[in-house]
């Protein structure tokens, strides 16, 4: 090959090579933007809801906020603005979702993993993808339709809009998130494991309890957790399930209001500006204080189970 | 040809979408308007239906009358009157905000060269703008006060002129299993309002609702920024009064009638439009001992039923030309149309039921 040749063979690649350079150089930049876009819109947003609420945050006397349950923001004779009832609320039907959502969650989650094979688990995994694929505003509908009727007539309860109903269907809600999750934990669990266990003559389900699930555990915490943080953002559901009362309950009978269904409810008839505007975009920041602290207490478990 | 085009964009249907919250209701009003006034149905139909073949032609059909629409609107400028668009000042009832509101946007497909600009701030606040002379209809829930008509008269020469539009009247639900048969506002107050002291049936002498769980009054309310909850309020719970924690607030006039009708213990406020078979409409004493009434457009005219006003539409003394003919459009029954859409009491069935 003469000089000539290497250079005819080479510039034309050396051209391509610039423009790939060039045109990897943007995509670059592209991705980075999307990456630090997450992240500006998360505190953007943080910041547009507090902004909103700030005016009111010195007027206010934050015990009898935080403490009181007299939510009376339209009141004529003495405006309170009292979320007591509506935090208890939230966090009720939340616990209530998990204490049905965790064990039937990890339940399913086992089961897929470890319990079937084949057909059977293709079809029960793309099943629960469906599941978790309903909108909200359907479940919530089977709340009000039918979910209300059935306590109503089967159970001991005086009005079938109440804290099983919001939480049954926030159950049914989170149960997909903590499904896969979960299932991701447990196969993320080396096989040598299992092996190890049978060579002990452990039964399956000593092999499960014993072994699986220390190994596995901080995934499956994480996916209880992004469970919790599912049910407290839920708005729609609950909103048209729960009955919708400024109450603090006291069976699970009891109707009751969450922080969300009343931003849902209240926010799109408020003056702008107004007091009681500013509160509900204040009970947005609260939310999102919680929403906040779930997640972080996920991710560290998440990040527990990468040590590992 | 100028309604079929405008309609689903900015006319009454569009606007149900903003106000009202259930959204299956939305669908089924803003057809059912669009039908009533003659709009083009099949649009719906199809819709609905979900048939290509069907909407394929529809957008055809659409798209023909676009343009002929957009012929006929260019020609009726040209020669249309006076081209300079005429402004109906329309003020007052927060109450019938709402339905002033329909009203104006529909008013818009009927007579496109007069635009009524509506706000609310409350019946007061409208008579004022009368006496001041900045409004040309005042929205009032109540009869005007003979000092304001007297200020009115100093102001304009001419005594004001009162045009009865319609009727807002609250009806009591209960389970039609209920065997409770009146009530009285001071047992209202005591369930409803804060501080008061009935919280069950057995205290009102109701032992025996069947299939009741518990005692326990289910008290079902509307959320608090509805017109409904604010009058059911200043004349149950007073003028500074407060409804009691705890009662389950509904999105809507249906939502709580709904509600009530399979909730055997429940007890709840709605229009008196929305009363259905599964619910039981009980009547309203002004006091304990007094007659109790069933409300109705005759009680509500007679004002024997408590829970009821009626709704007027006042002008400075004889209203001019353009205003007259929206006030006879409000009267005549496809404005009436809308304020049975809206939920209240439309002139028209008080006729029917004579």
Known sequence: MTASQTDNLKRPRMARSTAAIFGERIIELLIRLCGVSAIVFVFGIFLFVLREGAPLIGKLDWTKVLFSQEWYPTSKGNVRYGVGALIVGTLSVTGLAMLFAVPFGIGAAVFVSEFSTGKVKETLKIVIEMLAAIPSIVWGFIGLSVMNRLIQEYLPAPVGLNLLNGAILLALMSVPIIVSIGEDALKAVPDSYREAAMAMGATRWQTVYRVLFPAARNGLLAAALLGVGRAIGETMAVLMATGHAVNIPKSIFDPIRTLTATIAAELGETAVGSDHYRMLFLIGVLLFSITFVVNLLADLAVRGVRKQ | MRRIQKAPRNGYPGRFALSSRNQGRRAGIGSAVASSLGLDSTVFAARASGDREAKLWVAIALL????????????????????????????????????????????????????????????????????????????????????????????????????????????IYVHKDNPITSISLEELHEIY????????????????????????????????????????????????????????????????????????????????????PSVKMIPVARKKGEKAVLPSIETTLDKSYPISRPMFMYTPGEPPAHVRKYIDWVLSPAGQKIVEFTGYIPLNIAEDKK
């Not at chain 2, 109540?142 to 539009?165: C, M, N, Q, T, Y």
């Not at chain 2, 501080?195 to 009741?212: C, E, V």
Request: with cysteine; charged share 20%; aromatic share 6%.
């Open chain 2, 64 to 171: 023909l009358v676009l343009g002929a629409a957009g012929c006929s609107q260019s020609s009726a400028r040209t020669g249309g009157s006076s081209g300079k668009p005429l402004v109906i000042q329309n003020i007052g009832s927060d109450t019938m905000v709402n339905l002033a509101q329909a009203w104006a946007e529909e008013y818009q497909n009927v007579e496109s060269n007069v635009s009524v600009e509506v706000s609310g701030g409350g019946s007061g606040l409208g008579i004022a703008a009368l006496i001041n002379g900045t409004a040309d209809i005042a929205n009032s829930s109540r009869h005007i006060e003979p000092d304001e008509e007297a200020a009115v008269v100093a102001h304009s020469g001419s005594k004001p002129r009162e045009f009865l539009v319609g009727f807002d009247a609250l009806s």
């Open chain 2, 193 to 276: 309002a804060e501080g008061g002291k009935i919280d069950r049936w057995s205290q009102l002498g109701i032992t025996n609702i069947p299939r009741a769980r518990t005692d326990r009054i289910i008290r079902v309310s509307r959320q608090n920024n509805s017109g409904t909850y604010h009058y059911f309020r200043e004349v149950v719970c007073g003028k500074k009064g407060d409804f009691k924690l705890g009662s389950l607030d509904m999105n809507g006039s249906k939502d709580v009638v709904e509600l009530v009708s399979h909730t055997p213990g429940a007890i709840g406020y709605s229009g008196l439009g929305y009363n259905t």
